[in-house]
């Protein structure tokens, strides 16, 4: 099993701009995809960005593309967020997930929440 445990939310003022980090633990070597989804209130889950664990392939949301980079670091197993110039419509529970090769299992974090306040 994987397990992955998300930090780094808060509240924040448009404009500004936070770090989330994913840290992934037990058979992480299993990993091939991570990537963020968010959820707000009333709302479906929506899938924010995502990354290839072991290459450099990155997708997006068009809404993130530009302000959200997701990035890695495979000794640390670890996946952040960064989120800048952020706006109001980004206020969401903010989940971590991963793809592994165990039949394509897919594991997700308990979430963390981010506000950002007009």
């Known amino acids: 099993q994987v397990q992955l445990v998300e930090s780094g939310g808060g509240l924040v003022q448009a404009g500004g701009s936070l770090r989330l980090s994913c840290a992934a633990s037990?058979?992480?070597?299993?990993?091939?995809?991570m990537g963020w989804y968010r959820q707000a209130p009333g709302k479906g889950r929506e899938f924010v960005a995502a990354?290839?664990?072991?290459?450099?392939?990155?997708n997006y949301l068009d809404s993130v593309k530009g302000r959200f980079t997701i990035s890695r670091d495979n000794p640390k197993n670890m996946v952040y967020l960064q989120m800048s110039s952020l706006k109001p419509e980004d206020t969401a529970i903010y989940y971590c997930?991963?793809?592994?090769?165990?039949?394509?299992?897919?594991?997700w974090g308990q979430g963390t929440q981010v506000t950002v306040s007009s």
């Open positions: 037990g058979r992480t070597f299993s990993i091939y995809n």
């Open positions: 990354l290839s664990w072991s290459g450099d392939t990155t």
């Open positions: 997930k991963a793809v592994t090769t165990d039949w394509g299992k897919e594991y």
